[in-house]
């Protein structure tokens, strides 16, 4: 179990009886692995093309050069736990106190202990939210129960880190808003700023019909 992401707190659940748990996981690990495996497909079908037109021309036009660097971009996402903290910690900086700052490491623990997942399972989950929220933006989907579903668990997630703190929850949305704005850095996020526009409008549409609180000011 511990192979498969899971913390000891969701392990014994699992052990009491809790199997619906065991499923979720293995659920977002397994449509992690599509992703990645898509990718990869997509990246050595192109390798191959390209590598069929030198053989042919012995040389790779600039349209061909054009699209491998394209796909470099797209794969340049942010991966590791050093590639994140090189991107946000000049971010994190600008918007939070240094006390703040140190707490952030006892926070995020406690977050993930909250949610029962450890760090690479948190992540898993994350990555399944931002799946869906593509699927629902590729077909225009707002206001329906799978929509709203997406967005309470969004806020599920968050609030185990934010924790009601209202101050936290600002510094939060300033530090994403202006990574989500950063052309350098917005292609290198795993969801992108029209996808989080898009779950802000699902918000929002809820918010108007009385389904969530007032957004916080």
Request: aromatic share 6%; charged share 30%; hydrophobic share 45%.
């Amino acid at each position: 179990m511990k192979s498969l992401g899971l913390s000891l707190r969701r392990i014994g659940e699992l052990l009491a009886g809790r199997l619906a748990s065991l499923d979720a996981v293995l659920e977002v690990q397994q449509r992690l692995l599509e992703v990645q495996q898509t990718e990869t497909r997509q990246a050595l079908a192109l390798l191959t093309a390209a590598r069929v037109r030198l053989a042919r021309h012995g040389a790779l036009s600039a349209d061909d050069l054009t699209q491998l660097t394209k796909e470099t971009i797209m794969n340049d996402r942010l991966k590791t736990d050093a590639d994140w903290k090189e991107a946000f910690e000049p971010l994190i900086e600008k918007h939070y106190e240094p006390a703040e700052i140190a707490a952030i490491g006892a926070r995020k623990l406690d977050a993930y202990e909250r949610a029962g997942y450890d760090e690479q399972s948190f992540a898993l989950a994350w990555e399944a939210l931002f799946e869906e929220a593509r699927a629902l933006k590729a077909a225009g989907d707002v206001d329906s129960a799978r929509a709203c579903g997406l967005v309470r668990r969004w806020n599920e997630m968050t609030g185990h880190f934010i924790q009601g703190d209202a101050v936290i929850s600002r510094k939060v949305q300033a530090v994403w808003s202006e990574a989500t704005s950063d052309p350098k850095l917005a292609p290198r996020l795993p969801i992108s700023p029209e996808d989080f526009a898009f779950v802000g409008k699902i918000a929002d549409g809820m918010r108007a019909r009385g389904e969530l609180p007032p957004r916080v000011s």
